[in-house]
């Protein structure tokens, strides 16, 4: 039925796998479990995914607009509205959309938790981060830069008690290491192929190396930091919270998911440069909303000129990823 | 009726206990300024603050107004004359009937000044004329207690089973109740019997499916909670706001049974509430026979605002009687309920009060939270701080803002007292009483809401008293299931659907998903150990994965509420020990079957909670540091 992204057809042929046998020798294949398991309910095969992923980033995109409000400030939102490799990436990459839409839930309730004290943030990035890793495991690493980061943008909170690093820390990871734990216990039982299943992912190689445990670190810095040419709104966005909001430990704690993103490609997680350029510019724009820069005038004006930069930078970019290139030759010729 | 009517103003009252030496000048000005701003009597001041001893003060007041004084320890009230008459009015107004005398008259002692109004009603409720003598408020009440003795022990037990037989636990099981449990029974058996394979399969998926739907309810609810943990329903300012003048008088009950060693304790912490000891009416609730706790609180030389009441012998012999025996003779608008050990913040009455106001009518109780102040002394101390924060901070504010039953908690549940009478008080066959009261109350369509506002508890630390507490809380979660679901289709019409889930699922799900998780972990050992294609004859596949997956995500979730539980109440270090929640569970499941076998063996048995077990000393609460405002002028006099 018309054009299937790679991602949505590897989903599919997952769940597919499952029922193929009978008995659950093939709950291995059940990974990322909630793409797979949405592939087993839903009817339509991998239209019917890429409905799903349209509707998750219809959600992230709703959740995004009420956190910035009905005004001008909706202008952030440029570099993932108006670039084709965003279009594909909301439509095709299921695993994804689904993991960053719920990461970027885990991210503002992280910063209220972090921050703020307030607990029910805590709760919300927890159990985000733990949906999240259902679908793509790589929010495993996030969780565990959300820990790096609260001594810095937690210090002062947190300052004085030994235990509540380690506290913060059981409450945002535990979520994401129990559903791990949960779901790779019940992958060994039943079908004793838990190792496998980490890597099962489109393009992931975890642990694999095939560039060496030293050239990988090259590889995946040179990546991160091509990525990030991309990203001129993050980059913006994390100087001026160090310069005009005067939260430099924030601003270092931002600095923490390049290292992330690094430190995932180095393990061998499925990271493309379209999620990489998705991810950025999601952080970029929670950050804006959270230090309200879009009220400072001389922000403003940076901001808008790195929204404008971005967009025309992503907009000439073309990923490399084979899907993309179909998808995009046979929407624009 | 005597002819004089006399008045005793306060200032007058004042000049005559200093020209008597009985207070100082300053003493005098400090108790009429009290007397200015709370409204309170002269009288209840002096008394309360403990300046003048009661019946001194009471002599005074009889000598000034040229009314003569009664004893009531030396000349038994006359019990068939107070038995004819209705005991709350009788509290209420402050008066016993003493004995008839030869001229037709009724001597009554009052502890008030006698007034025109006051000895007209007097008259009319007697139907005869009164001849007057002054007495103390602690005589009428020590006449009412011991002249009504039989009639408030019978009402203290037996009173809610006689306005409502279904409404109380002395009957665990009705019939048609004992007759559906054995019809259920006979099937299972029966199925077991014809199929035993399916049926095993069959009752372990419903269990493990049931495990996981009422872990998911908690979890939901305590999500709601979390929402409003920045919402204070009453803030400190809202309590500071009030007027002394306007504030009701307020009755604590405090039940004690053999609990000597912290009489002095609870002196030292109902000392720091921040209230006006003038209206303070606090009861000390001690069982007739336990004469260590009597002996204690003698010599403890308790102050002038605390009474010392005995509960009647007799069956139940519970803490709900003896709550009743204090409702009974309770002076207060509003009530609330302290353990011995309780350390309450200061501010708590007054948040009380607050919410009341802003409740409307039909809030009958607001519930505190309760914490613990002994947590990090070992691993159960811990493991019961952590529940208790998640349970008092997110669970029920999830409850309230869910608008669902509220199970209230051991102490700190404050009351209408009005409306409590109303509703027949505690249960005293039923052993978690305030559980019980709080559905009671919902299915009548009152509401019940929480402050937020601790009191500091002292967490039990031995394992076998930690057993015998909890084994009576689960077994009096099943009785009151069993109580309010006797009539589900009444149930129902009065609840309506959300109310009845919201009860099925909390307070007949706890104990048994408290039942459910040892089979559940029997089942999950059994999968590790059994050879696969062995156990596959018992259990498919999916049978098993389903098992398995509600048991992991059904401790996941409750081992994370336990670690918010703890971190919001700042008490970082329980965080992770609330990953061993699951072993704190195997503990409730053991607790779960004992309760389960003394439902059955003996329902109305009361486990008594050892306290004043800790090896630490009592710390002051963290709100608690400041202490109240109760007066304590220099003695003198």
Known sequence: MGLAAPTLQYVEHRASQVTAAPGLSHLDYVYPPLPVLLALLLPGGPFGLAIVACLFSGMMLAYLVRRIGFSRDLLVLLPMVAVPAMWYTASNLLPAVVALTFLAVALQGFIRFATEGETYGGFIAGLALAVSYSADPSALVYAGVMCAAVPLIGAARYHGDPQAPIGVCAVLVFPCVAAAACWSFLLWKFSGNWPGSLAYSLNADVLGFPDGILGGIGHAVTATLTDLTRSELYVVAVVLVG?????????AALVLPVVALALALWLGFDYSSVTAYFLFT???????TQFSLMEDRVAWWI???????QVIIAIAWAPTSPGFSVWSHHLFG | MEPATRTVDAATLGTVLVDKGMITPEQRDWALARHGTTGATLTTIVISTGMVPRRDLYQVLAEMTGVPFSDLTAEQA?????????????????????RSLPD??????????????LLTSIERTLGAPVTYHITTDWDIRYALQHGLRDIIADQAALGLWRRSATQSARKALYPRQLAGLAVALAVVVACFVLWPIGSLQTLSIAVSVLFLLFVSFKFVVCMAGARRER???????????????DLPVYTVLAPMFREAAVVGQLVTNLAKLDYPVSKLDVLLLLEEDDKETIDAAKAASLPAWMTVILVPRGQPQTKPKACNVGLFLARGDYLVIFDAEDKPDPDQLKKAVVAFDRGGERMVCVQAALNYWNVYENFLTRMFTAEYSFWFDYMLPGLDALRLPIPLGGTSNHFRT?????????DPFNVTEDADLGIRASALGYTVGVINSTTFEEANRKFGNWIRQRSRWIKGYMQTTLVHARSPVSLLKVCGVRQTLGFLLLVAGTPLSFLFVLPLWILFVASLLIPAPIFAELYPGWWLWLGLFNLLVGNSLMIYVSMMGAFLRQRYGLVVWSLLNPVYWLLHSIASYKA??????????????????SALAAQPSPAAVTGGDVPRPRAGG
Do not use: C
Request: aromatic letters at 8%.
């Open chain 1, 243 to 251: 310069v005009r909001r005067r939260a430099p430990a924030f601003s």
């Open chain 1, 282 to 288: 999601l952080l970029a724009v929670t950050v804006i």
């Open chain 1, 303 to 309: 901001l808008v000129a790195a929204v404008v930069a």
């Open chain 2, 78 to 98: 006359d019990q068939r004359l107070m038995a004819r008459l209705d005991p709350e009015q009788l509290i209420r107004d402050g008066w016993v009937p003493v």
């Open chain 2, 104 to 117: 037709g008259s009724t001597l009554v002692a009052g502890a008030h000044i006698p007034r025109d109004a």
């Open chain 2, 231 to 245: 919402y204070q329903a009453v803030t400190p300012e809202d309590a500071a706001a009030l007027n002394d003048e």
């Open chain 2, 418 to 426: 009005s409306v409590l009478r109303q509703l027949g008080g505690w």
């Open chain 2, 596 to 613: 389960l076998w003394q439902l059955i063996t003996r329902p109305h048995y009361w486990e008594k909670t050892t306290h004043g077990i």
